[in-house]
């Protein structure tokens, strides 16, 4: 497996998130294990008490999310759920690794949006690792 993706490396990401954050009640994610990506957060992650979740699956579609300007794609786990998640690459190039039908595994971690934010009780699933087979080879009909 290929990492395509790691949140820590994503410094413009964390920095809107962490601005959102400090910077309004109304937005961002509630600072319950530290603020957002801060060394704080990740040793959470690091001794657990921020859980890591881990998804192994395929890619079952490509899709333009919000107002059809943001690419997402569809992910089947091996569970048989299907889960949405941003197109994240930390290298544009890699971002062409996205493709349906490709073995991917993500792991993430669940914060909760601020209550004005989305509603109370919110949460929210953040990528922390995206990894994909760079050896898969698409079927072509």
């Not at 801060?38 to 899709?63: F, N, Y």
């Not at 091996?78 to 991917?104: C, D, H, I, Q």
Request: contains cysteine; negative net charge; charged residues 25%.
């Amino acid at each position: 497996m290929k990492t395509i993706y790691r949140l820590e490396l994503d410094k413009n990401y964390i920095k809107q998130v962490q601005e959102a954050t400090e910077t309004t009640d109304d937005f961002g994610l509630e600072p319950t294990h530290g603020i957002f990506a801060s060394a704080e957060w990740w040793q959470h992650i690091g001794d657990g008490t921020l859980p890591v979740h881990h998804l192994k699956g395929r890619i079952s579609s490509l899709q333009m999310g919000s107002m059809n300007d943001w690419p997402e794609f569809t992910f089947r786990s091996e569970e048989g759920k299907e889960f949405t998640w941003s197109r994240y690459a930390n290298n544009p190039e890699l971002a062409g690794l996205y493709t349906v039908g490709r073995p991917t595994e993500v792991d993430y971690v669940v914060q909760r949006h601020r209550a004005t934010c989305l509603g109370p009780g919110t949460h929210v699933a953040i990528p922390i690792v995206i990894r994909v087979d760079e050896t898969f080879e698409e079927k072509k009909e």
